[in-house]
Structures are given as structure tokens and as C-alpha cells.
């Protein structure tokens, strides 16, 4: 039981002290073409790092990082990516909001076809032959 408790208290200890170095990125994410509505579970993408998050179900979102500068991308489907860079402080919440509007996408027509089947097993060799 003692060496359960030293293990825990060494596993909180470190997990303390390591968050006392990092800084906290937080802000929403809001669609401008919709009267600055919450765009719910688009990505917030650290490009240094590859890790992303997704903002919550009010376009929320918050992540701790390593002091130091990044380029953070926000993006949804169906909207333009937007991109800014940021200098993350040890200790310090860093608050950006990212304003992403739709996008001008046109898709291509999609052509369905079918084809013959071979129902029979003459002609199947038929069509070998």
C-alpha cells in the first residue's frame, strides 16, 4: 500500500510540475457568414506539433502547449482554412478566435452507370472467349 501511495503522489507531483511550464491556448471558432454563430467540432490544427483538437458543441476550444511560437489553422468542411501565428507564454492563457467563412466550391457532375451483369454461366465463358 506504501508504494501505491509514493507512486501516486509522484505520478500528481510530476503532473503539477510539468503543467506550471506550459501555456493554455483557448478561443472560439465562429462562422462569420452566419451572424457569428458557433461552427461546433471544426479543427484547430498546431502545425508544429501535427496535433489537433476539435472545438466543442458552443465552438470552444482550449489546449495547453509548450512556450514557444506556432501556426495554429482553423478548418471545417465546407469553409476556407484560416491561419495565424501565435507566441505561447509559460503560464498565461492566449485567447484567438478563428473567423472562417464558406467557401467558393463547385463540384463536378457525378455520372452513375451501370453495367451488365452475367447472370448465367454461359455467359460468363461467352464472355471469356
Known amino acids: 500500500m506504501k508504494n501505491f501511495k509514493l507512486v501516486l503522489f509522484t505520478f500528481l507531483f510530476a503532473t503539477i510540475a510539468s503543467a506550471q511550464f506550459k501555456g493554455t491556448l483557448t478561443g472560439s471558432i ?3 457568414d452566419s451572424n457569428n454563430g458557433a461552427l461546433a467540432f471544426a479543427t484547430v490544427l498546431v502545425k508544429e506539433t501535427k496535433n ?8 470552444n476550444y ?3 502547449l509548450n512556450p514557444g511560437n506556432y501556426t495554429i ?7 476556407e ?3 495565424r501565428t501565435v507566441t505561447i507564454k509559460t503560464g498565461l492563457v492566449t485567447t484567438i478566435d478563428g473567423h472562417l467563412g464558406s467557401g467558393n466550391y463547385t463540384l463536378k457532375d457525378v455520372v452513375a452507370e451501370t453495367l451488365p451483369t452475367k447472370n448465367t454461366y454461359s455467359e460468363i465463358i461467352a ?3
Open 127 to 129: 464472355e471469356v472467349k
Open 62 to 64: 482550449s489546449i495547453s
Open 52 to 59: 489537433s483538437i476539435l472545438s466543442d458543441e458552443n465552438g
Open 73 to 79: 489553422e482553423f478548418s471545417f468542411v465546407g469553409y
Open 81 to 83: 482554412s484560416f491561419e
Open 30 to 32: 465562429i462562422d462569420k
